[in-house]
T-cell receptor, first 111, second 116 residues
C-alpha cells in the first residue's frame, strides 16, 4: 500500500548551510527514484531522479545519493536558500506501475 | 520537465453536488495518469490509476462510484467527485508518467476542494 505519514518530520537549517534530507525505501527491487519538492497549496515539483545503476547524481545545487545496500536515499541541497523551504518527498518506482511515496520531510530555512 | 495542467485549482461546492476536476498533459501523451488525495501535513495517497480507453484501477478503500474517473484521450483525464460531502474536502492532485518504466512522473498543480 501507499505510505501515508501521520506527521511530517521537520528539518531546520540555517540559510546558506547545506541540507540533507533522508528517505528509506521499502522494495529492494526498485530501480528508479525521484525526489519532489512541494510548496504549500501546490502540486509536487520534480527535482531530480536517479536510476539504480547509479550511486550519485548531481543537479543544480542538489545531489541525490542512493545506497541500495540499506535501501536509503538522500537529497542534499547546497547553500540552502529561503526559497527551498517546502516539503520534500522521495518516491520509488513500483515495478513501472505507479510510485510509492515516502512520508515527506518539511525543510525550514532559518534566516 | 513535462507539463501537467490541472483545473480548477480550487472549488467550493454545496453538499450533494458533483464536482469535476480535469488533468491535462500539455506537451506529451499520457496513456496512464494517476489521481492522488492529500490531507494536511500528510503524504500523497494514491486513489486510482487512470488508463486511456479503459476503466480506471482503484486502490483499496476508494469508492469507484464516488470518485468517477474518465480518461477519454491521451491528454485528458477527469475526476468527478459525485454527491460530495464535507469529508470529501481535500487536496486532489493528478500526475502523468512520461513514457514507461524508469521515466519521470510529473504532477499537476492540485485542486483544493471544499464541500460546505
Amino acid at each position: 500500500g501507499e505510505s501515508v505519514g501521520l506527521h511530517l518530520p521537520t528539518l531546520s537549517v540555517q540559510e546558506g548551510d547545506n541540507s540533507i534530507i533522508n528517505c528509506a525505501y521499502s522494495n529492494s527491487a526498485s530501480d528508479y527514484f525521484i525526489w519532489y519538492k512541494q510548496e504549500s497549496g501546490k502540486g509536487p515539483q520534480f527535482i531530480i531522479d536517479i536510476r539504480s545503476n547509479m550511486d550519485k547524481r548531481q543537479g543544480q545545487r542538489v545531489t541525490v545519493l542512493l545506497n541500495k545496500t540499506v535501501k536509503h536515499l538522500s537529497l542534499q541541497i547546497a547553500a540552502t536558500q529561503p526559497g527551498d523551504s517546502a516539503v520534500y518527498f522521495c518516491a520509488e518506482d513500483n515495478y513501472g506501475q505507479n510510485f510509492v511515496f515516502g512520508p515527506g520531510t518539511r525543510l525550514s530555512v532559518l534566516p | 520537465g513535462a507539463v501537467v495542467s490541472q483545473h480548477p485549482s480550487w472549488v467550493i461546492c454545496k453538499s450533494g453536488t458533483s464536482v469535476k476536476i480535469e488533468c491535462r498533459s500539455l506537451d506529451f501523451q499520457a496513456t496512464t495518469m494517476f489521481w492522488y488525495r492529500q490531507f494536511p501535513k500528510q503524504s500523497l495517497m494514491l486513489m486510482a490509476t487512470s488508463n486511456e480507453g479503459s476503466k480506471a484501477t482503484y486502490e483499496q478503500g476508494v469508492e469507484k462510484d464516488k470518485f468517477l474517473i474518465n480518461h477519454a484521450s491521451l491528454t485528458l483525464s477527469t475526476l468527478t467527485v459525485t454527491s460530495a460531502h464535507p469529508e470529501d474536502s481535500s487536496f486532489y492532485i493528478c500526475s502523468a508518467r512520461v513514457g514507461g518504466r524508469n521515466r519521470g512522473l510529473f504532477f499537476g498543480e492540485g485542486s483544493r476542494l471544499t464541500v460546505l
